[in-house]
Structure formats: structure tokens, C-alpha cells
Antibody
Framework: QVQLQESGPGLVKPSQTLSLTCTVS??????????WSWIRQHPGKGLEWIGY???????YYNPSLESRVTISRDTSKNQFSLKLSSVTAADTAMYYC???????????WGQGTLVTVSS | EIVLTQSPGTLSLSPGERATLSCRAS???????LAWYQQKPGQAPRLLIY???SRATGIPDRFSGSGSGTDFTLTISRLEPEDFAVYYC?????????FGGGTRVEIK
């Protein structure tokens, strides 16, 4: 059973960089066919896909956030990470990491971590 | 990007009743790559349906998905108390992946 767990600061100052890590257990992030994804949900709102890192290390980002987003991985720790630069209050949200199985889409999600952008 | 419009915004029903939720896409959803999720307060979304009509692992058969092209439907045949939640559709046939705004199913 794959499990994902987000970690990182819950409070980030405006203009700084938000950094989160997702630790995966029960499966390797290097195994074939999976897209390791970040998704966020603004308070009381819907879901927004941020981007993913594929098992081979390639990345793809939502064009709306592409200029500020970097997703990377550490295969030795079985972790992948999100960096979002130049944050504003509009980036306050619950951030989820997840495993996307392509045709079978996103079946496994982390529990989410709330990040507040405030001075 | 493909915009998904869900209706109604809120559905007020009683346990045992049938729920019909709609999701309309602004463009054709490639290969009918359309999914439905259930989300309860304080929890991550839970995958119910993928590829428009296939139930995910462990999902009861009272949940069914249908539709193709730009119009999709999630049906809950008989609402159980645990089914009152928010439901989202998601398309994953085109990048970027996008989600609908959600339908809240509340107890009448």
C-alpha cells in the first residue's frame, strides 16, 4: 500500500519561497509508469493541479504557475519536493502530494499540509 | 486548458434517494479520461471513478459514472449517510489536468 506524507513549513512570508517535501513509502518513485504530483486547494475552494515529476525525472508544470514552480526528487530518500517562489497570500492553500497512474489517474494522496502566506 | 463546469452547485437529498451530478467540459475530453472524486471535510479527495465509468478499487457499486465527449454524469443510486460530501470531476486527457468546481451533496 503506497503512502505519501507531506512536510514543510506551515507559514511562509510573502515574496519568499515555499518548500515542501513528500515522503513516499510502499513504492519507489523511480518505478515505471507513475507521475508524482503536487495539487493544491485554496481554503473552501476547488482543486488546482500544480505539476508532476515522472518516474524518469522529467517534469511538467501547470502553465499558470510554471514560472514559479520547481519539482525535484531525491531517489535515495524516496522523496520528491515542491518549490514555489515569490509567494503571495493567493498561494495560501492546502498542498497535497499524490501518485498519478496515468490512465488510472490519481489514486493515492497524502493527507495534505496547510501553508499560509503571511508576514 | 479544459474548463469543467459542475452542476448543480449543491444537491439537497435524503438518505436512500438517487443523486445525479453533472460535469460538462469546454472541449472534448480525450479518451474519456474523466474521473470523479469524493472529498469529506479535513480529508484528501478519494478516487471513485476513472475513465468516465470504471470504479476505483473498493468503491461500492452504488457509484456509477457515465458519459463521453464533453458531458459526464456521476450517479449515486441510493445515498448512504457517508455519501454526503463534495464531489469533483477531473479531466486528465489534456494538460494541464483540471478539476471542476465541485458539487456539494447535503442532507435535506
Amino acid at each position: 500500500q503506497v503512502q505519501l506524507q507531506e512536510s514543510g513549513p506551515g507559514l511562509v512570508k510573502p515574496s519568499q519561497t515555499l518548500s515542501l517535501t513528500c515522503t513516499v513509502s510502499g513504492g519507489s518513485i523511480s518505478s515505471g509508469g507513475y507521475y508524482w504530483s503536487w495539487i493544491r486547494q485554496h481554503p473552501g475552494k476547488g482543486l488546482e493541479w500544480i505539476g508532476y515529476i515522472y518516474y524518469d525525472g522529467s517534469t511538467y508544470y501547470n502553465p499558470s504557475l510554471e514560472s514559479r514552480v520547481t519539482i525535484s526528487r531525491d531517489t535515495s530518500k524516496n522523496q520528491f519536493s515542491l518549490k514555489l517562489s515569490s509567494v503571495t497570500a493567493a498561494d495560501t492553500a492546502m498542498y497535497y502530494c499524490a501518485r498519478d497512474q496515468g490512465a488510472y489517474t490519481i489514486e493515492y494522496w497524502g493527507q495534505g499540509t496547510l501553508v499560509t502566506v503571511s508576514s | 486548458e479544459i474548463v469543467l463546469t459542475q452542476s448543480p452547485g449543491t444537491l439537497s437529498l435524503s438518505p436512500g434517494e438517487r443523486a445525479t451530478l453533472s460535469c460538462r467540459a469546454s472541449q472534448l475530453v480525450s479518451v474519456n479520461f474523466l474521473a470523479w472524486y469524493q472529498q469529506k471535510p479535513g480529508q484528501a479527495p478519494r478516487l471513485l471513478i476513472y475513465r468516465a465509468s470504471s470504479r476505483a478499487t473498493g468503491i461500492p457499486d452504488r457509484f456509477s459514472g457515465s458519459g463521453s465527449g464533453t458531458d459526464f454524469t456521476l450517479t449515486i443510486s441510493r445515498l448512504e449517510p457517508e455519501d454526503f460530501a463534495v464531489y469533483y470531476c477531473q479531466q486528465y486527457g489534456s494538460s494541464p489536468l483540471t478539476f471542476g468546481g465541485g458539487t456539494r451533496v447535503e442532507i435535506k
